[in-house]
């Protein structure tokens, strides 16, 4: 793993426009401190000794890290843990992770290919964090029904290395629409589509003042467009790529080695935490809302619309046709662990066809089977994973506990 400087990660965060600044926490990351933050050696210490600092954002893909908190599962497995730190953009998480600010946190999986990959930092994808939970989410007035109504839009993504990034232009291309990214004043092709970044909180607000035509992103954002925002979700992610990981938590590769038992028992709790999630939705948007322990700002009302309502008579086809697969049997967010292989080399597939900001040189010897082995950590997990009750205990078929074939379908 190639070192990375201060200059590096700077540059690389300012390229894709996610407004990093020289903070204390960047800092931490170069100079004589650069070997250190990019996975150098740490001293052994014991279980008890290592304290869990969650960083995340406020989203539902963050619900094994924060419910491992709130619902003690981290407690369970005898660890130390800090109430979880709350960002609001990626790029700050991210800085903060590789500063050993946080220790643990979960990123966007194409994320984890650009920090690995791109800049060389030591990131270790050590389970799924869960499956679907995004959508995309346009004005009830702007006159866009479907993904083929995009033309000459403005839509907002969360990060260039994103699932919904990369899933919102393989629909794009699906309907012979360009992605294009260009200052947003400048005029747009009838077939362009125009795509920024944009803080996942600020964007059920750029929706509802009209600033935005609509946004791909994780709930309970999407949710919150819908019910404060006069939105409406005219595609679930999940139904374009059945049961889709989003985000995915991490580790520093460090942990994992020169701590495996701290790492096994972060990894256990967060299996423990993700099936007490699937079993209770109702409960799980409860605790985490502003409404139980604040972890989420928004209500449990928003919270739990997020994360359980998914039926045909409002998303169907006679509704707003958000969702085109029913027979998949997905949900609008789903909880189990295990990474499946096949789907970092399909992601990686794709990431090669999405356009994104900044130097993408890394992306052309990177092969997706190279990085399904050497940017996941497998053997955690499954230990995590079974003795948390293995797949039927998630609701995972028996044929498909391991390895499965990815299904995508746009139309």
Known sequence: MKKITRAQFLSGLGALALGAVASPLVAACGGDDAEEASGGPVTPAKVSDITVKVGYLPITDSTPLTLGYAGGYFADEGLNADKPALFRGWSQLAEAFMADQVNVAHFLMPMTVWMRYGIGFPVKVVAWDHINGSALTVHQEGGIDSIKDLGGKQIAVPFWYSIHNVVLQMALRHHNLEAVIQDRNRELAANQVNLFVMAPPDMPTALGNRSIDGYIVAEPFNAAGELLANGKIIRFTGDIWKDHACCVAVLNEKYINENPEWAQRVLNSIANAQLGALQDIPGTAQ?????????????AAVIERAMGKYDLETYGAQGTNAIHHPEWGASRIGFQPWPYPSYTVELV???????????????GDLSGDHAAEDLVEYTLVKEAYNAAGGPSAFNVAEEQAFERKEIIGIE
Request: aromatic residues 4%; proline residues 4%; neutral net charge.
């Open 287 to 299: 605790l985490l809302s502003k409404d139980g322990s604040g972890l989420l700002p928004q209500g």
């Open 349 to 363: 597939n794709q990431i090669k066809q999405t356009k994104v900001e900044g130097d993408t040189s890394f992306l």
